[in-house]
C-alpha cells in the first residue's frame, strides 16, 4: 500500500472517529484500515489516535497531520486530473485576512467564487493577530502594511487609501482641520498594533513627504471595530481606510477632513509558503482576491 492511500485511510478514521465506520466507508476490512494505521504510525515514528473500546480520537500530532494529509490528498487529486479536457481546480484553501477584510469584502463576495469553481472548499479565518502559515498549516494569508522578513512569497495585490475622518458631533465642538496646523488642540483615538502594542502615529503627506505628529488623545484601543466605533463616539479624530467607514460617510455619520494631507496608503500584500509550484486553487483564488480587493478598496 503506497504513502498516499495510507493518508487517505487515516484521514477517514480521523472523519469518522472509528475504524469500523471508516472501514465501511472505503469498502475494506476493518483489520487491514487497523493495520494502515499501524503502519503509518511506526513510519511516522508517533502516535496518531488515541484508541478506546468505544471511540477513536487523534492526538496533537494526529491532529497536525491530518492537516498535511487534507492538502497533499487535493495536491495529487488535483495533479492526476492535471491533462482531463474539462480539469478544475478542486481541494481546500485555509485563508486567513484582517478581520473587517474579511467580514466586509471577502465572504460577501465568496459565493461568486464558490459559484466559479465548485470543486474548491474555503476554510476563512477572519483575524487580525499575525497567523504562522506554516504552524498553523494555512495556505496563504493577506497582510496589510509594511512586511517584515518571513521567508515567504510576496505578491502585492494593491494599496489601501487611508482618509481622516472624525464624528460631525465632534467637529462641532472642536472645529474642522483643514491643514495639519490645525491639527493643535484636537484629540485623536489612538490605535495600539495588536501584534506588537506600538501606537501608531498620525500621519500625513506633504510634497510628497511622510510626516508625523504627536497627537494627544485620551482612548487607545487595539482593533480596527473599537477604533470606529470610538470616533462614531465623538472621542476623536482617527486614521482609517476608506473603504472601512465607506458606509458611514454615505450615511453622514462620519466626515473626512484634511482630505490634501491624508496619510500614505498602506500595502496590500499575499504571502504564501515557498513552492516551487502553486496549486491551480491558490492560483485562481489569488487572481480572484487581488481583482476584488481592487475594485472594492478603489477611492
Known sequence: MDRIDLF???TRVVECASFTRAADQLGMPRSSVSAAVVDLERRLGTRLLHRTTRKVGVTEDGAAFYQRCLRLIADVEETERLFEPSAQPS???RIDVPGRIG????APALPVFLARY????????ATDRMVDLVEENVDCVLRVGPLTASGLIARSIG???LINVASPDYLARRGVPRVPADLEGHAVVHYASPSSGRIETWDYVDDGEVQSLAMSGRVTVNNAEAYIACCLAGLGLIQIPAYDVRHHLEAGELVEVMPGH??????????YPHRQHLSR???????WLATLLKDCVRQ
Open 159 to 161: 494599496e489601501l487609501t
Open 91 to 93: 481541494g481546500k484553501l
Open 8 to 10: 487517505r485511510i487515516f
Open 262 to 271: 491624508r496619510a500614505p496608503p498602506l500595502p496590500m500584500t499575499l504571502l
Open 118 to 125: 465548485p470543486a474548491i472548499d474555503i476554510h476563512l479565518g
Open 281 to 287: 486553487r491558490l492560483q485562481v483564488f489569488a487572481d
Open 103 to 106: 467580514r466586509l469584502i471577502i
